[in-house]
């Protein structure tokens, strides 16, 4: 943990330093490459106004990482490289699945009220519903932080529920990339062979991570609230059509309201996809 000179409270990181509980057969190393795109990127999002974790330092070590970069059998030695990392939490939606899926409720219980109590000042700790107005808050924000990427040509390269934040800011950046002109074919990750994170899926894998999150809160929640809950996630592809056009016309410099204004963003999306 770190405390800032203004009383904020950040979590420290450090990705690429060995092996963790969390690594399964992987090494825990990092490259030096991959280490320089994650901190230029992660801090090119914060200054786009993009809610992202925040790279603090890089270090280049001494040890050698061996990579299949482009996952066709030519491993190569690389550098490796650590950096030091930092966010708000570092707790994601896979943190509740991974509990409810052991049957742990009691230990799920206690995480999300550590972090409805740490991060979401909003939600009373004695108010019944707060797993249902938690639910809600981070549908509207995960819909909110998808249209933020898909404003500046953004993709995630893996969308998978160990990479959405519970605080609905930017993590893991693995593979990623930045459209040069709008292709919803984009495909960001070289091993994603169904295209399965390409930039036109990414709104509907948000759905599909936030489902998950739902399944995992059901059994903390009584009948009438896993009600409500399924009908707020009806309600996300709503918030983010929402948010997605109020960012394009911002960018287009229309104002107002006209019901032509949906049909000239797609029209000019569509004309950039000929060029």
């Not at 963790?20 to 992987?26: D, E, F, I, K, M």
């Not at 219980?109 to 981070?138: C, G, W």
């Not at 990427?149 to 390269?157: D, I, L, P, T």
């Not at 059901?218 to 409500?228: A, G, N, S």
């Amino acid at each position: 943990l770190y405390f800032c000179r203004h009383g904020e409270r950040w979590e420290l990181q450090l990705k690429g330093s060995g092996k963790t509980p969390y690594s399964r057969n992987g090494d825990g190393r990092a490259v030096l490459r991959s280490s320089v795109r994650e901190f230029l990127c992660s801090e090119a999002m914060h200054y786009l106004g993009i809610p992202t974790s925040r790279a603090a330092s890089l270090v280049a070590s001494d040890d050698d990482v061996w990579r299949d970069q482009f996952y066709n059998g030519n491993v190569k030695k690389e550098r490796g490289a650590i950096v030091l990392r930092l966010a708000k939490s570092w707790f994601r939606i896979g943190s509740l699945e991974i509990l409810a899926h052991s049957g742990e409720l009691d230990l799920q219980r206690k995480l999300l009220d550590f972090v409805i109590q740490e991060h979401f000042p909003s939600i009373a700790m004695n108010d019944s519903n707060r797993y249902l107005e938690f639910f809600s808050t981070v549908v509207l924000e995960t819909a909110n932080l998808i249209a933020l990427w898909m404003s500046v040509g953004f993709a995630h390269g893996v969308c998978n529920t160990d990479n959405f934040s519970l605080l609905s800011i930017t993590i893991d950046y693995g593979p990623f990339g930045f459209m040069d002109s709008y292709d919803p074919n984009f495909i960001p990750n070289t091993s994603d062979d169904e295209g399965r994170y390409k930039v036109g899926n990414q709104a509907n894998v948000g759905l599909f991570n936030l489902n998950k999150l739902l399944q995992a809160l059901k059994p903390l929640l009584d009948p009438r609230q896993k009600q409500l809950a399924s009908q707020i996630l009806e309600e996300y592809g709503k918030h983010y059509y929402i948010r997605f056009t109020e960012l394009f016309k911002r960018k287009l410099g229309l104002l107002g309201e006209d019901d032509n204004d949906n049909y000239l963003i797609a029209f000019l999306l569509k004309v950039s996809l000929l060029l």
